[in-house]
């Protein structure tokens, strides 16, 4: 399984994966989810995956490879986000028509991609690619979209996040958001990727891996989960008709 | 779709169900999913369900209809809490075999149980029947089970409930996970049912049903949303290397 989520805010944009896959619970592995395309200066394109390996990885190998290949639209020639996301979303589409019947019977080849960036002459955007193929645009109102494992990180989001949130409370928001994930299901693990975009900078940032030994990590999980016992201690007794 | 905690602790036993039932999201309906047999100085057995609505209420409707059966096994007779769970199992098999093909087709006819409770000369205890009719007892290890809508609500469980937390420790848990999973999920809805137990009392509680102008429920959402919010906010700065 997987756990991605990203954010459209105000500052910019917050991107954050896990990288553990697995098939079955036998079969786990480290796989890096989030890959950057861009031209310093002119665009920025971040993809996070979830959903089937062998999909997901040639998807982005053949937007890479097709990177130079000015016969056809490829991710720094599109004019607009929503351009690179259909882009990205006919990739899938081909990807899996090769890859179908007859060999792969009755596997699950589909996938999922958020596509997130920022292209010169445009705000940054931020998009979510069913595995069916059509997708959806974050906005104000709902300023961070999830992939895969998205429920025990879901609460922490819906209580803090909206589009005026700082990139930096973003960041933290995403970190506990991962927090809860990993404590609680072992489909989704360490290390973290995350990356960080200033709107307007149109920079393409290298990223961030979040190791188990980092030691800003450790201490936002150590002083939350302090903070949240403490917060459950303060909270007031029932009453005598709670029978406690 | 439903969200059920029970909690079997040092000092007794915790229940929690939400009330609200779909069959798709324009047929909602209030139902209570936490039921209560017993015997006041002998015995006290707590059902809660989740799933298929007309099975869950048929093995209720069973199981009370047969307390004053004395020739068969019956909620009041069986001789412990084991036994009164795969009682309850027994009684989902015959229920979904009654209802089953040819009129079913393929309805999903399948519901799980939490079964918890204390019955003279033994301890608390606690199941959880799976849909498909075999069940797990929680231990001092692991001393929460859920049901339903678990993931939502289950970091807060995973982080702060032991074995040795209080009843008014675990229930101020349970009230948060709720709350957690209610904002976060359509099919999860007020009023809650709560039930506590206290250890060796072999009394029957009425219960508590939790509704939304609840002002102690109010009273802690509100407590605590603010204080996560502070909690974010407290959390150290990034360093450099996150690029904030």
Request: some cysteine.
């Amino acid at each position: 399984m997987t756990y991605c989520v990203a954010m459209c805010l105000d500052e910019g944009l917050v991107f954050a994966s896990d990288s553990r896959t697995n098939a079955g619970i036998d079969h786990i592995a480290t796989f890096r989810k989030l890959f950057t395309f861009g031209v310093p200066g002119e665009r920025l394109i971040v993809l996070q995956s979830a959903g089937n390996l062998a999909t997901s990885q040639s998807v982005v190998n053949l937007l890479k490879q097709r990177l130079g290949d000015t016969a056809q639209a490829n991710l720094h020639s599109v004019p607009t986000l929503y351009e690179a996301t259909a882009l990205v979303a006919a990739t899938v589409r081909e990807v899996v028509a090769r890859d179908a019947a007859p060999l792969a019977g009755n596997t699950d080849l589909s996938c999922s991609f958020l596509v997130g960036g920022q292209i010169a002459g445009g705000p940054p955007e931020l998009y979510s690619i069913y595995p069916q193929g059509n997708f959806i645009q974050a906005t104000e109102d709902t300023p961070f979209l999830q992939l895969g494992e998205s429920k025990y990180g879901k609460p922490i989001l819906d209580r803090n996040l909206e589009f005026t949130t700082s990139l930096a409370e973003g960041l933290r928001c995403a970190l506990v958001s991962f927090d809860s994930t990993i404590r609680s299901n072992l489909s989704v693990g360490m290390p973290l990727d995350l990356l960080v975009y200033h709107r307007d900078s149109l920079i393409v940032p290298a990223g961030y891996r979040v190791t188990e030994e980092d030691a800003y990590y450790a201490s936002i999980r150590k002083q939350w989960s302090a903070g949240l016992h403490e917060l459950l201690a303060q909270l007031p007794a029932p009453p005598p008709e709670y029978n406690i």
